[in-house]
């Protein structure tokens, strides 16, 4: 199974911000930048708010016979540089709200790898766990039926999300393609059989590394030996371990997932946890390391601290103050709140932001798209190395800027990002 921009799995523990709603930490974190580059009001409204909201309303018929109505939202937010480009979460709590900050997170990225997309974000208000496969198949293809107007290989091209995967994207391509005609590159993160790319899978944890051995170089905290803590043991966090010990020789000294985390000071043997965790069993029944609790991850010593399973868990009345790392790595989108972010700086804690270092997962599915519209198919290693050159220009630049402006990583990414959009909005007569 391949992924695309977020988690693919329907398991129950799908990450889900906790404190502060995505759209109020992306507003903050956009007018700080704007002020930098110096964007003006009616740009600032233009690229804040969406181009195009889609609410529908998704009736399906359950397995007992009843007719349950779900809600629906995609919601493109901006694509004045390419067809829109974002994944398709199933949550409870993916509501407007969650969806648009979401939306408007792509853009940025998008933006700031320089790839051809604009940025969406798509939701059902659904707690999947309480559907059965058919219910779910019927949901996201009356889903898919109520949104195709808006989608297309060059209008909007989702992806998976949290709780949505493959096989969820293999339902949506059929749907959309049995009323246009075959268009594998309306989605992406499809099965490779069904035209997905090689690499997809573990695209973000690739990305995360190839952004650290750059941070490593330029900052001289060499990934070799240097000890490694992350948050999340799933898509992101557990192909990053993999990656970082197998190619870089640094050392995982802690991991945690829902159930619980565990340490060990001399490095996690990674291939023995990975092949634990594909048996089903939980990362913190581990024989070969010592027990922790959730709280306790965020005070071990570390030189690279990778939050990469939820939202909003670095904050400032919780461990901002105390976490005892050299750098934060976000792989999760939105780890860290407004708040949390500026205690870190004040610390001298420089946190790699989100949407540059986990920005692997769409950029591959940039390339899964270009596939599919030439109708070709890439090696693994082609991907790989087209990966490495967009995401180490990318922080490249942000490093430079930020290093020129004297601003935080952070805000010279989305000051990047945002003079790219502008300038496209403006080029298209806005
Ligand atoms: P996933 O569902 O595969 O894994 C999530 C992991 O987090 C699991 O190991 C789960 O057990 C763990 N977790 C859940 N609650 C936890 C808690 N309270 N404490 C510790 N661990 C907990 O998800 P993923 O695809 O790895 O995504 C993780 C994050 O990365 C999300 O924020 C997602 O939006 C972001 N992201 C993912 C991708 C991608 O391609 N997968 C791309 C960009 C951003």
Known sequence: MTRSDAPTSQRPDAPTRTTMAARAIVESQFER?????????????ILMRPFREVQVEVPVRMDDGRIEVFT??????N?????????????PEADR????????????KTALMDIPFGGAKGGVMVDPRKLSKLELEKLTRRFTQRIAIVLGPYRDIPAPDVNTNAQVMAWILDEYSSRQGYS?????GKPVSLGGSLGREEATGRGVMYVMAEYARDFGIPLKGSRVVIQGFGNVGSHLARLLV????????AVSALEGGIVNEKGLDIPGLLEHTAAGRPVPEWPGARRITHEELWTVPCDWLVPAALGGVITRETNARTL????VVEGANEPTTPTADLVLAERGIPVIPDFLANAGGVTVSYYEWAQNLQQYRWTHEQVNRELKATITKAYQGVRDLATQKGVTLRTA?????????AEAERLRGN
């Open 33 to 45: 930048a704007a002020d930098l580059i110096h964007l003006e009001p009616y740009m600032r409204r």
């Open 72 to 77: 629906g939202y995609r919601i493109q937010h």
């Open 79 to 91: 694509g004045a540089r390419g067809p829109c480009k974002g994944g398709i979460r199933y949550h």
């Open 97 to 108: 709200d969650e969806v648009l900050g979401l939306a408007s997170i792509m853009t940025w």
């Open 184 to 188: 594998p590159a309306v989605v992406t």
């Open 246 to 253: 197998a190619e870089e020789g640094a050392k995982i000294i």
């Open 324 to 327: 005892d790392c050299k750098v």
């Open 413 to 421: 990414a989305y000051a990047i990002a945002l003079q790219r959009v």
